[in-house]
């Protein structure tokens, strides 16, 4: 079952900030997230594994609640480069390397 | 760095042609994956394959099929194209499940 992502669009100036969700109904193992920019190859963000874990790499970073069954993706003081569509993808532990990727977020930052 | 090959960008094809699509990686990946990507549908999973010779369907199966003859290279197969097929393809490969997949550019094909 294909994972909620919200919000489905967001806006911004450079420099602030937004938040990503991805909610799954099922119990998950791991969440993937990639960015994709128009007319190029999603490419990879970063994987958080079940244990409610938090990661991140220079302004951008990732919590995982296992409880809830939710990752969020934080984009801290929001640069050009940024724009492009967020998928999240959901593995369940049961299925190998196979993930269910959800609808995306498109993402638009501004000057 | 990861190189994932997708044999086309564009491909025009007409309804009731048998296309190929061909995706090759030099990583090797255990692990191969076809993708469909849809407006406002995000990315679906058609087929992966974890080994050689081996696959699994995943969500949107019907009208494709896969083949998986050597490590490196993963096939798919439209058997009989139709219009609603016309689609952006994507190719993706990773070592297992707790490590990135690698896309390549996409191919985008329009069945007339």
């Known amino acids: 079952q294909q994972p909620v992502q919200s919000p489905q669009a967001v806006i911004l100036r450079e420099g602030e900030d937004a938040v990503i969700n991805c909610s799954s109904s099922?119990?998950?193992?791991?969440v993937h997230w990639y960015r994709q920019k128009h007319g190029e190859a999603p490419v990879f963000l970063m994987i958080?594994?079940?244990?409610?874990e938090q990661k991140g790499h220079d302004k951008i970073s990732a919590s995982f609640n296992e409880k809830k069954q939710q990752s969020s993706l934080y984009l801290t003081a929001s640069q050009l480069s940024y724009s492009g569509t967020y998928f999240c993808?959901?593995?369940?532990?049961?299925?190998?390397?196979?993930?269910?990727f959800g609808e995306g977020t498109q993402l638009t930052v501004n000057p | 760095d990861v190189k994932v090959t997708q044999s086309s960008r564009y491909l025009v094809k007409r309804t009731g042609e048998k296309v190929f699509l061909e995706c090759v990686q030099d990583?090797?990946?255990?692990?191969m994956f076809w993708y469909r990507q849809d407006p406002g549908l995000g990315l679906r999973l058609i087929y992966f394959?974890?080994?050689?010779?081996?696959?699994e369907k995943g969500d949107i199966p019907e009208g494709y099929s896969v083949s998986r003859e050597k490590k490196e290279r993963f096939s798919l197969i439209l058997e009989s194209a139709s219009t609603n097929q016309t689609s952006m393809y994507l190719c993706?490969?990773?070592?297992?499940?707790?490590?990135?997949?690698?896309f390549g550019d996409g191919t985008r094909l329009s069945i007339l």
């Open positions: 958080l594994l079940k244990g409610g």
């Open positions: 993808g959901t593995e369940r532990g049961t299925s190998g390397s196979r993930l269910t």
């Open positions: 993706a490969s990773s070592w297992d499940e707790y490590q990135p997949q690698h």
């Open positions: 394959s974890y080994d050689v010779k081996m696959k």
């Open positions: 990583m090797d990946h255990e692990n």
């Open positions: 099922k119990a998950l193992y791991s």
